[in-house]
């Protein structure tokens, strides 16, 4: 949280754009390559 206004500021979000941003994550699917398998067992992508 201690950055996270700073980075809202800087990409210009709005306040609505903010609260419903905040305590989300947008995780690319790629971001799960190469992954040991155990990990993969607690991750579902669609």
Do not use: K
């Not at 809202?8 to 305590?23: F, I, K, Q, T």
């Not at 994550?25 to 155990?38: K, W």
């Amino acid at each position: 949280m201690s950055h996270y206004g700073d980075v809202c500021d800087e990409a210009g979000l709005s306040e609505v754009d903010r609260d419903l941003l905040w305590r989300r994550q947008f995780l690319n699917p790629f971001a799960f390559e190469s992954v040991p398998a155990e990990l993969m067992t607690l991750v579902s992508i669609s």
